[in-house]
């Protein structure tokens, strides 16, 4: 399918009569795995195949995709939250024409904030629903109540990992807390820093086979992104390796994996807005 009618066809299915985009939530197990850093550059290759996102950095403890974009945010959602900014006002203009809403570090959990900084957060949260078709989510890592939150409300769930035996454990812990919960969107891996495709095969293969055999349950597979000095360069210099250094192998591995799960949401049903499932978790 062309990329303008999949985009197209995806504002159809968002839309459905209402003003609701697709979500797409990335989360970790454990921090250092390059979350962020995935989000970011995912959202951005989502806008190069004519998709209207908006990135929303979740992470209310470490909130930081703004520094792998080289922005600089004057307010944040902490002025959202205090009703003293709406997200219109905190929202930038990200790389590659993606919108983006800064987080704030050190926020406290959702469900600690009053009935009225909730509900003001939910409801200007809203607002992104109507001029977005994919709304990306980096959420922060663990399974606080704000991560399965944000992953429960979602349409497609991103689990990242590397093949390291620390980030297995706590991907498949955090596979498992999800199914426990009933997650109701498919969930997948990731797999990040990979030596190479057979490591990466070896990484999903091995996740896959523990949650087939104790949970009963099949993990997508988003693809993987290899081992890349691009990667850290990019990083260094405050700009999105998609764009800095767009034929690096890890450009590729992220392109891929944005055509893949553009295919998955176009065919899927859509479960309405997701705000108001966030916000039905906390009634």
């Known amino acids: ?28 197990g454990k921090g250092g795995v390059g979350k962020s850093n995935i989000a970011v550059n995912l959202s951005i290759c989502l806008a190069l195949e004519r998709f209207r996102v908006a990135l929303v950095d979740a992470d209310m403890g470490l909130a930081n995709a703004d520094l792998l974009m080289g922005l600089m945010p004057r307010y944040t959602m902490s002025h959202v939250i205090s009703g003293v900014r709406s997200v219109e006002e905190i929202c930038m203009d990200g790389p590659g024409g993606i919108r983006f809403v800064p987080g704030a570090s050190g926020l406290c959990e959702l469900a600690d904030l009053s009935e009225f900084e909730r509900r003001n957060l939910i409801a200007q949260l809203r607002a992104l629903e109507n001029s977005a078709d994919i709304v990306v989510l980096d959420c922060g890592a663990g399974i606080s109540r704000n991560v399965m939150s944000f992953a429960l409300a979602a349409d497609r769930v991103v689990v990242v990992t590397t093949p390291q035996p620390t980030a297995l454990t706590d991907a498949y812990a955090t596979i498992k807390s999800l199914h426990v919960e009933r997650c109701p969107a498919p969930i997948g891996l990731f797999v990040n820093m990979a030596r190479g495709r057979a490591d990466a095969v070896d990484t999903y293969r091995r996740v896959s086979q523990v949650a087939r055999r104790f949970l009963n349950y099949g993990i997508a597979d988003h693809g993987y992104m290899l081992h890349d000095a691009a990667v850290e360069l990019a990083v260094e210099a405050r700009c999105p390796f998609v764009i800095r250094y767009p034929g690096s192998n890890a450009s590729a591995c992220i392109a891929a994996m944005a055509r893949k799960l553009t295919r998955t949401l176009t065919g899927q049903r859509h479960r309405g807005g997701f705000f108001s499932r966030v916000a039905g978790l906390f009634v």
């Open 1 to 28: 399918m062309p990329r303008a009618d999949q985009a197209s066809r995806l504002r159809e299915l968002a839309r459905g009569g209402r003003s609701d985009a697709m979500t797409i939530a990335v989360l970790s």
